[in-house]
């Protein structure tokens, strides 16, 4: 019995630490780059629309990527129709060069892109990434994720 125990309670604490998620995707970056005419689509279906949600961008690089930052266009869609389009800076290393986020050849960063967002209605939605930079083709970057969580804990 004094083995179970702790079982249960290794069990019970990692269930309550589980992000509670409504969509995580990513979409790999080829080796040539992301074209900047190239969009990342991230389709799913919002059904609570009284729940507070968190909606993070995941970067993944390396250090072939040349610059400090990244400039990406948002636009968030509800069905066939856009509901508001964003241009958003993401800083991937500091003013020294050092880059930000985890990881040795490999660097990972979430970036948060709304804390305690609402989503109007009920219905399917998609956000539309495109880069930004003046660059036809951006290299060093892997992949590119949204991930849209309950951020009230709600399922």
Known sequence: MRKIVPILLLITTLGACQTRQLHSESHAIGLDGWHQDSMLNYAFSVEDTLASYDILLNLRYNPAYDYQNLW??????????????DTIECYLADKYGRWLGSGVSTYQLPLVYYTDFHFERAGNYRFVLQQGMREEWLKGLV??????QYSDGKE
Not at 143 to 148: A, E, F, P, Q, R
């Open 72 to 85: 990406m266009f948002v636009d968030e869609w509800y069905g066939d129709s856009l509901v508001q389009r």
């Open 143 to 148: 992949d590119v994720g949204l991930t849209i």
